[in-house]
């Protein structure tokens, strides 16, 4: 009896832990592909926005490129981290 009260407190002190803290899945009501065209929206209305100021000339290729140079590194790092995960769970086996 004694695991199985422990278990159900664990499992409600575990339940108000990630209430509080908000994290988890967000339902926002949208199946997949709905999510999927919403994104798919904002993303080209982002990108129409950033070719409109590219072509009036409020972004200068230095910027361009200096955001391809971020856009680059974060890429590597997120790169790095995987083989580093992968690394330590193969020696982990």
Excluded: F, H, W
């Amino acid at each position: 009896m004694a695991r199985g009260l422990s278990r159900d407190q664990s499992r409600e002190k575990n339940q108000k832990k990630q209430a509080a803290s908000g994290s988890g899945k967000k339902d926002d009501g949208l199946t997949p592909a709905q999510r999927n065209e919403r994104d798919a929206k904002m993303m080209a209305e982002k990108k129409a926005a950033k070719e409109a100021k590219k072509a009036t000339g409020e972004i200068s290729s230095a910027d361009v490129q200096a955001e391809e140079a971020r856009k680059a590194k974060l890429k590597q790092e997120a790169a790095d981290r995987r083989a580093k995960q992968a690394a330590e769970n193969r020696q982990k086996r």
